[in-house]
């Protein structure tokens, strides 16, 4: 049957591509198809002398391989970082930090994040004599990002403040150039960093000093790592009624801690902080959110090797941050200090979040740009229909919208960081501290939606390679899924921003509205901004038009408008800091392209859904309705 197969191959399309080959030639590429009477020598030897015509055969796959897209110098690369650090921040040791380490990044780090994805971490629950162990085991690249982060100072440039009002933004560029091939190691950073800035926000308890030193330390010997225990199988976003772990104290004035940890990233740290409900003297608690008070835990093994008042349960099967252990964690009888005052566990721990939310949108906007980078490289060396990608139009208009993306999502995060380097040198004005507080959720949210949109998109860009693992690109897109979900999902963070602006009694909204006025102030004279310009100030004034409104409609109608609302601050802020940026005497043509690209979109989205009745009363049945059919 094969035979004959061949044969009709050989007389057909084969022979019409090689017809000096004989019929007999192509019969050996199958050996049970051998004319009979052929020796094994015999069909060596015809082999041999077929190999010369035959492209494609056992020995050769064809003449062609793809040049896979190279990762350069992610500082030198990234025309928006220098000119942004140029502008704000133009220290010769930050310029010469960040390009020799963004070498580095390229030249040796990223193999290692990779190796982080292929070696994920394990648990061993016992030893061979089946002793309970439970040992993390994580690859040798985890580790060496361990020791890089402390010699890197990631967390401790943000503490030393070598660089005052500046640092954060300093530490955030070296962490933005850094998380994308960082093998997720940026989480337990985000997390080090949060708890440092919680322990320093409450003095320094002489019981966490050691802990603060080493969190802040660049000696990888010294170098601790912090979780952040929050979620508990009642559910991650209403931590409120969710956390059931008891702190039970003991006559030293410490804590035993005894509850269920469901969602614990970054397991093999060395401390946390964690929320628990402090018992009384009869062994009840309180509920709610004003029965939560936070604590400090070391990890620590006993002289047996048994992990310290912790099992851990099993590791997580995630779609993403597989690099990353996480864990479920019977906490039982963990020993472990109140830090803050008994029910103010959620306030105390807001510190944290803030930190790990703003660190979460370093990773974002980090991922879009690197998958930018690679994208606009490969552009240089893939061919297709007679010329490279790059020379296709509709190929880098794609790119450019990328780019635009990227641009509007990266100012949002240095403004975060800016603002966040002001409050804690001592400079934040009240308006500086208001807008910290509104922009961190919106911040957060948009830019997690985004990475997702630019990382899918970026994918296709290197068509059906996109798609295969072991390029390494589909981990960026399963990574950055996550983005948008922990550390507060969008609709969380979303109530977040209505939370805030309730609290502040509107003074939140009223320094937004202050400060882009005052960025659009700046470039009302430059008529190439004219049009950006337009669109940012008359989208911002249906939005204070829309919040009037709102201001006298019910809870539910501003639930049902949060989001949206997130989202046009979101838009609208980026179009001005778009807008400021290209107004910077050294500014180029391309930043001016980039705000006006911007700020075409819908920039008020809150007032386009308002005028189609999205918030009425009517609607929030349609909704169910339509859901639920
Ligand atoms: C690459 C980097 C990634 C980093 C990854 C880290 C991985 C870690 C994985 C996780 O741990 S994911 C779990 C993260 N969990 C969350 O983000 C929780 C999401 N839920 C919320 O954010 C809820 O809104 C919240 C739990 C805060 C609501 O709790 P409550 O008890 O209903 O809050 P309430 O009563 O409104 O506020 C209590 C106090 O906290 C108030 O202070 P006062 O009592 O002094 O008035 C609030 O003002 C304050 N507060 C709440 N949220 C705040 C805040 N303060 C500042 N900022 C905030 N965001």
Redesign the pocket.
Request: proline share 2%; charged share 15%.
């Given at each position: 049957m094969s035979a004959l197969l061949n044969r009709r191959v050989a007389a057909g399309c084969c022979c019409r591509l090689w017809p000096t080959v004989s019929q007999s030639l192509v019969h050996i590429r199958t050996q049970s198809a051998a004319e009979p009477g052929t020796t094994k020598a015999d069909e060596e030897h015809l082999w041999e002398a077929a190999a010369g015509y035959l492209p494609f055969s056992r020995a050769r796959i064809g003449p062609f391989f793809q040049d896979q897209p190279v990762l350069k110098n992610p500082f030198l690369e990234d025309a928006l970082l220098k000119g942004y650090l140029r502008r704000h921040l133009p220290e010769e040791a930050v310029f010469s930090d960040l390009s020799a380490f963004g070498e580095r990044l390229a030249k040796e780090v990223d193999t290692w994040g990779r190796e982080c994805e292929v070696n994920p971490p394990r648990l061993v629950h016992f030893d061979p004599w089946g002793r309970r162990v439970d040992h993390i085991v994580t690859s040798e690249a985890w580790k060496r990002m361990k020791d890089l982060s402390a010699r890197e100072g990631l967390v401790a440039i943000g503490y030393e403040k070598l660089f005052g009002e500046w640092s954060r933004v300093y530490q955030m560029s070296k962490l933005y150039i850094y998380?994308p091939s960082s093998g997720?190691y940026?989480?337990p950073?985000?997390?080090t960093d949060g708890a440092a800035k919680v322990i320093q926000s409450i003095g320094l308890p002489p019981v966490c000093e050691e802990a603060f030193g080493r969190l802040t330390s660049r000696q990888p010997e010294r170098f601790w790592t912090s979780g952040?225990?929050?979620?508990e199988r009642q559910g991650?976003?209403?931590?409120?009624s969710g956390t059931e772990t008891v702190a039970v104290p003991q006559t030293d004035g410490s804590y035993k801690l005894h509850g269920f940890k469901w969602?614990?990233?970054?397991t093999d740290a060395n401390m946390s902080l964690t929320l628990a409900r402090a018992q009384d003297s009869r062994g009840a608690t309180t509920p709610?959110?004003k029965g939560?008070s936070l604590f400090y835990a070391e990890v620590s093994r006993d002289e047996d090797g048994l992990l310290r008042g912790i099992e851990v349960q099993r590791l997580k099967e995630k779609l993403g941050t597989r690099q990353m252990p996480t864990a479920e964690l019977l906490l039982d009888g963990l020993p472990a200090h109140r830090l803050s005052e008994e029910g103010?566990g959620?306030?105390s721990i807001?510190?944290m979040?803030?930190i790990?939310?703003i660190?979460?949108s370093?990773?974002a906007v980090a991922g879009m740009r690197r998958v930018v980078l690679l994208a606009r490289d490969y552009a240089t060396r893939r061919t297709v229909f007679g010329k490279l990608l790059k020379d296709h139009p509709l190929h880098v208009q794609t790119l450019a919208r990328m780019e635009v993306e990227t641009r509007g999502a990266f100012l949002l995060v240095m403004e975060l960081c800016r603002l966040l380097g002001r409050e804690e040198s001592g400079l934040a004005s009240q308006l500086d501290a208001h807008l910290l507080?509104l922009l961190?959720?919106v911040v957060k949210l948009y830019t997690g939606k985004q990475a997702v949109a630019v990382i899918s998109e970026g994918l296709e860009s290197f068509g059906g390679q996109g798609y295969i693992e072991d390029t390494g690109l589909p981990g960026m897109l399963r990574d950055a899924q996550v983005?948008s979900i922990?550390?507060?999902?969008t609709n969380?963070?979303s109530?977040?921003v209505l939370?805030?602006v309730a609290?502040s009694s509107g003074m939140v909204l009223h320094a937004y509205f202050t400060h882009v006025k005052s960025l659009l102030a700046g470039a009302s004279s430059v008529s190439s901004l004219t049009p950006a310009v337009k669109a940012v100030g008359g989208a911002l004034s249906e939005l204070e038009e829309f919040v009037q409104v709102a201001a006298s409609k019910g809870p539910n109608y501003l639930e049902l408008a949060s989001r949206d609302l997130a989202y046009s601050l979101a838009r609208i802020y980026a179009g001005a800091l778009l807008i400021d940026h290209a107004c910077w005497k050294e500014a180029s043509p391309h930043d001016t392209y980039a705000a006006l690209r911007w700020c075409e979109q819908d920039l008020c989205l809150v007032v386009t859904k308002q005028k189609s009745g999205c918030y009425e009363s009517s609607t929030a049945p349609l909704d169910s309705g339509l859901v639920y059919e």
């Open positions: 998380s997720l940026s989480c950073l985000a997390m952040q225990w929050m979620t991650g976003s209403d931590v409120g969602f614990t990233s970054a709610g959110s939560l103010r959620v306030a807001a510190n979040l803030t790990t939310r660190h979460n370093v990773s507080r961190t959720p983005l922990w550390e507060g999902t969380v963070l109530l977040d939370r805030c609290r």
